[in-house]
Nanobody, 121 residues
Framework: QVQLVESGGGLVQPGGSLRLSCVVS????????MSWYRQAPGKERELVAT????????NYADSVKGRFTMSRDNAKNSVYLQMNSLRPEDTATYFC??????????????WGQGIQVTVSS
C-alpha cells in the first residue's frame, strides 16, 4: 500500500515559519523525484519545489526562492518543506508528490491528500 502522508500545516502569522513533512510508505523515495505543490482556492495547482531522485539538487518556484527549503531524509523515507517568512499569499493546500525515476520501476505518480497552510494575522 502506497501512502504519502503530509503533516505540519496549520495557521501561522505573516512572517512566521512552518515545516511540512511528507512520510512515504510503500516505496523508497531515493528512487523517486519528490515535489511539493500547492493550490489556493480558485487557482491552479502550482509546483513549489522539487528534489531529484539521485542527488540533493532542488528547484523552487520564483515566488518562494530564498524563503522555502526542500530536503529529504532517506533513512526516514520522508521529505520536508521548511517555510520561512510566510506571507498571506502562501495560503494554500500543500501536496506531496512522487514521480518514479524510471517507468520500469513504476508507471504511477503518487499524491498525498494535502494539508492546509493558512497565513493570516
Amino acid at each position: 500500500q502506497v501512502q504519502l502522508v503530509e503533516s505540519g500545516g496549520g495557521l501561522v502569522q505573516p512572517g512566521g515559519s512552518l515545516r511540512l513533512s511528507c512520510v512515504v510508505s510503500g516505496f523508497t523515495i531515493s528512487n523517486y523525484i519528490m515535489s511539493w505543490y500547492r493550490q489556493a482556492p480558485g487557482k491552479e495547482r502550482e509546483l513549489v519545489a522539487t528534489i531529484t531522485s539521485t542527488s540533493i539538487l532542488t528547484n523552487y518556484a520564483d515566488s518562494v526562492k530564498g524563503r522555502f527549503t526542500m530536503s529529504r531524509d532517506n533513512a526516514k523515507n520522508s521529505v520536508y518543506l521548511q517555510m520561512n517568512s510566510l506571507r498571506p499569499e502562501d495560503t494554500a493546500t500543500y501536496f506531496c508528490k512522487a514521480d518514479p525515476a524510471s517507468l520500469a520501476l513504476s508507471p504511477l505518480t503518487y499524491w498525498g491528500q494535502g494539508i492546509q497552510v493558512t497565513v493570516s494575522s
